[in-house]
């Protein structure tokens, strides 16, 4: 399937059904097109992106007893999920020119991105809750919005939001498995091995495309927006080893670890 097809289908479909399907086959690249600059995805009503402050709010960890506290935060994360997809495709679509290795394994993380989409809309409604139900938010998408290179959505997606996820997956499993859900604290687990995964993808890209003898955490911050900055990519509990498997060099981490909300 071409990538700027599979793209198209992710954020010009409003049925979640088409935005979730698969590609069938291989991904090629020989029809790249012109940059195309979608400001907003297209989204079924149940699903279109709330007003600020009106989408539900993530539970606290003391709530998940509750089942359908749970649900909302599967449904939560459910719409992360499909953020990030439609991010990667909107990413696609934005830089036409970006390297072919690159466009086609974005599009491979677009169908993990899919399928994560799929495992929490599912886990949700079997908890009570039908994805769609709730308002939900734009943040991750509003921030795609700002992008001016492939190394902005290097730097903020891969290595922001999924970064900060290599400690979140960990951390949701846990509040899970502490009430007996451990259906849900597994999905969470299988959701964080593919996190490694496309952290790796994204310092492998970061190293590729910053400009020679630029470090790869001053890379990194250069492309951050305010107010994303390092703190923002970890969570409560630094996950050390999955930063390595991730290939973070040993001074990345150290730096990250140390950020704080005042590190700009």
Not at 51 to 68: L, Q, T, V, W
Not at 110 to 129: F, K, N, P, Y
Not at 168 to 173: D, G, I, K, M, Q
Request: with cysteine.
């Amino acid at each position: 399937m071409e990538v700027r097809a599979f793209a198209e289908q992710v954020l010009y479909s409003e049925l979640l059904e088409d935005k979730l399907q698969p590609a069938n086959g291989d991904f090629t690249d020989e029809q790249p097109g012109k940059a195309v600059d979608v400001r907003e995805p297209s989204r079924s009503a149940d699903l279109k992106f709330a007003p600020r402050r009106m989408a539900a709010s993530m539970p606290k960890p003391g709530a998940f007893k509750d089942e359908i506290r749970r649900a909302t935060a599967h449904h939560i994360l459910a719409n992360h999920e499909l953020q990030a997809l439609e991010v990667m495709a909107r990413v696609a679509l934005l830089f036409p020119d970006a390297p072919t290795e690159f466009r086609t394994g974005l599009c491979e993380i677009m169908q993990d991105e899919q399928r994560h989409t799929r495992m929490h809309a599912e886990r949700a409604a079997m908890l009570g809750v039908e994805f769609g139900s709730l308002p939900v938010n734009s943040y991750i998408w509003k921030k795609s919005l700002e992008f001016k290179s492939v190394l902005d959505y290097i730097a903020t997606l891969p290595l922001v939001f999924e970064g900060c996820n290599l400690d979140h997956t960990l951390e949701f499993a846990s509040y899970f498995e502490a009430v007996g859900d451990d259906r849900s604290a597994a999905l969470m687990r299988v959701i964080h091995r593919d996190e490694i995964e496309h952290v790796a993808f994204g310092m492998e890209w970061l190293r590729k495309l910053k400009p020679e003898g630029q470090s790869d955490w001053d890379a990194f911050c250069e492309h951050l927006e305010w107010p994303l900055r390092p703190v923002k990519a970890k969570g409560d509990k630094f996950q050390v080893e999955a930063r390595r498997q991730a290939g973070l060099g040993d001074d990345f981490i150290e730096k990250l670890q140390l950020a704080t909300e005042d590190d700009r």
